[in-house]
């Protein structure tokens, strides 16, 4: 489609670069040699964008498009402070998600060391702390991998530019984070399930000790 849009637009008996779809933006034909600017994209690929900017693309002297398009306009500023709020909730974030799985490994290794703790209530717990710790995990690993954000320290004044990371960008990463939130919702069904499990587990008691104290009385 891009293609057809500007095919008219050519002169054949000047050497141009051809009108070229990079996945956001289609770029007209240009004279080689010269630069064209574009409007900034909304939104792509999930992130949001400065519409209001201008994206840009070089022609080279043979005819053909440079590898990379200049999106760096488009990025939208957050001023130093909203930056240090984030930075300090993500750092929130991930140490209690590290102190959770800590002290739920620290409980694991206690039921595991004394045997005299063995029984179904602690099995319950014990795979009640692995859907917590596996829940955990996946979370932090998603936060730090999948929904990384590379802070550039590009200061305009009181503003910092915030690029997103393009590298991790691929098919193999897009796959890897369908697997985590995949991870992420069992990992909830198995807490909830387990929940559910101590409750019955917990009537379960309550009854047999009305029982008990009834045969003794």
Known sequence: MCIYIYIRLQDKSLLYCPPYHDGATCWPPILAGTK??????????????NPNENASKECLENGNWSSKSNYIPCLLTMDSSTL??????????????????????LALIIFYIFKSLKCMRNTIHSHLFVALMIKACAWSISYIFVEFIDINQFKDDTKLTINVSVSLKCMRNTIHSHLFVALMI???????????????????????????INVSV
């Open 36 to 49: 064209v600017q574009m409007p900034c994209p909304s939104s792509y690929e999930g992130q949001t964008y």
């Open 84 to 105: 240090d709020l984030t930075m300090i909730l993500r750092c929130i974030f991930l140490t209690g998600y590290s102190l959770s799985c800590t002290c739920l490994c």
């Open 186 to 212: 069992k990992a909830c069904a198995w807490s909830i399930s387990y929940i559910f499990v101590e409750f019955i587990d917990i009537n379960q008691f309550k009854d047999d000790t009305k029982l008990t």
